[in-house]
T-cell receptor, first 113, second 113 residues
Framework: DGGITQSPKYLFRKEGQNVTLSCEQN?????MYWYRQDPGQGLRLIYY???????QKGDIAEGYSVSREKKESFPLTVTSAQKNPTAFYLC????????????FGSGTQLSVL | DAKTTQPNSMESNEEEPVHLPCNHS???????IHWYRQLPSQGPEYVIH???SNVNNRMASLAIAEDRKSSTLILHRATLRDAAVYYC??????????????FGQGTTLQVKP
C-alpha cells in the first residue's frame, strides 16, 4: 500500500545533541512538508520542499535543517540550536502544484532527556 | 497567505448533525477549501475539499457560501469516532506559494453519547 512513513515513533534527545527524524513516502509525490505540533496547539510549518534538491523555510525553521536528495525522502534534523524541541512532529506529502490532498505520516514524538 | 478562522471548540450529541464553520474572508479566486481532521496522537487525515460548489463524500458534506468567504463542514450523524480536531485550510494550486500550507488551531469537536 502507498503511504507516508515516519520513524521513529518516539525519540529522546540529550542536551546538545542533534537528532534526525525520518520521513519516507512511496506515493511519488513531489511536495513534502514538516510540521511541529505542541500540546493543544495547531500545526506550525517548519520546512517544505516542492521538488528534489530544493526546500524553503516555513514559519519556525530556526534550529532545524532538512535535505531533499531523493524524491521519496525528506529527513528533518533537530539541531542543538533548537532550545525547546519537545513536540509532536508530522511529515506530509502531496502531488504538488495540482489540487491534491495532503497525506500525513503518523508522527514522531520528540522529548528531551 | 490567505488565512482561516474557526471556533476553538464545539459540542455535539451522538447521532445528531454537526455544522463546523470556517471563515476565510481573504480567499482568492483560485483557492480551494480543504478540511482535515486529527485524532489524538495521530496525523491529520483528509476529509473533503471544494472550490465553489457544495461537495459530498462518504465522510461529510462541504457547503460553500456564494461569496466564498465562509464554508461549513457538515457531519450528518455524529458518532463518538468523529471526536477530533478539524482543520480548515486554503490551497491555491496556481500560486507561487502553493507549497506553504498554513494550518490554524482548528476546532475541537466533542461528541456526547
Amino acid at each position: 500500500d502507498g503511504g507516508i512513513t515516519q520513524s521513529p515513533k518516539y525519540l529522546f534527545r540529550k542536551e546538545g545533541q542533534n537528532v534526525t527524524l525520518s520521513c519516507e513516502q512511496n506515493l511519488n509525490h513531489d511536495a513534502m512538508y514538516w510540521y511541529r505540533q505542541d500540546p493543544g496547539q495547531g500545526l506550525r510549518l517548519i520546512y517544505y520542499s516542492q521538488i528534489v534538491n530544493d526546500f524553503q523555510k516555513g514559519d519556525i525553521a530556526e534550529g532545524y535543517s532538512v535535505s531533499r536528495e531523493k524524491k521519496e525522502s525528506f529527513p528533518l534534523t533537530v539541531t542543538s540550536a533548537q532550545k525547546n524541541p519537545t513536540a509532536f512532529y508530522l511529515c506530509a506529502s502531496t502531488a504538488g502544484r495540482t489540487n491534491e490532498k495532503l497525506f500525513f505520516g503518523s508522527g514522531t514524538q520528540l522529548s528531551v532527556l | 497567505d490567505a488565512k482561516t478562522t474557526q471556533p476553538n471548540s464545539m459540542e455535539s450529541n451522538e447521532e445528531e448533525p454537526v455544522h463546523l464553520p470556517c471563515n476565510h474572508s481573504t480567499i482568492s479566486g483560485t483557492d480551494y477549501i480543504h478540511w482535515y481532521r486529527q485524532l489524538p496522537s495521530q496525523g491529520p487525515e483528509y476529509v473533503i475539499h471544494g472550490l465553489t460548489s457544495n461537495v459530498n463524500n462518504r465522510m461529510a458534506s462541504l457547503a460553500i457560501a456564494e461569496d466564498r468567504k465562509s464554508s461549513t463542514l457538515i457531519l450528518h450523524r455524529a458518532t463518538l469516532r468523529d471526536a477530533a480536531v478539524y482543520y480548515c485550510i486554503l490551497r491555491d494550486p496556481y500560486s507561487g506559494n502553493t507549497g506553504k500550507l498554513i494550518f490554524g488551531q482548528g476546532t475541537t469537536l466533542q461528541v456526547k453519547p
